[in-house]
């Protein structure tokens, strides 16, 4: 069961919530010409992910870790790189739990 307090926390704070609106269309949010891999079906690399929210790399990486203790994305490496994507799963859950007990 997705805890719903922990998921309100991550994103309760505009920049992770941009974040995870961003991800849903990678293809379309993100310049990612640049990467190695289809962001579509791997994810997006935190270091494009840090250039279109403009914050530094620490910020993003704290950003990302609270998305991700939520269970609001994953993340895969790829070689020296790490990609992130939305978990439909646990956000479908989320809102269905959320619908359950409002």
């Known amino acids: ?5 922990e998921v309100l926390k991550a994103i309760n704070n505009p920049i992770r919530l941009d974040i ?18 289809d962001a579509d079906i791997e994810g997006v690399c ?17 950003y990302l870790t609270t998305l991700q203790r939520a269970q609001l994305v994953t993340s895969k490496r790829i070689g020296p790189w790490t990609y992130y994507q939305r978990n439909e799963v646990q956000i479908s859950a989320f809102l269905a739990q959320l619908n359950q007990q409002l």
């Open 46 to 62: 935190v270091s494009i992910i840090q250039e279109k929210a403009q914050l530094s790399q620490s910020t993003i990486s704290s």
């Open 1 to 5: 069961m997705i805890d719903v307090t």
């Open 20 to 37: 995870l609106h961003w991800l849903k269309h990678p293809s379309v949010n993100f310049e990612v010409a640049e990467q190695l891999v």
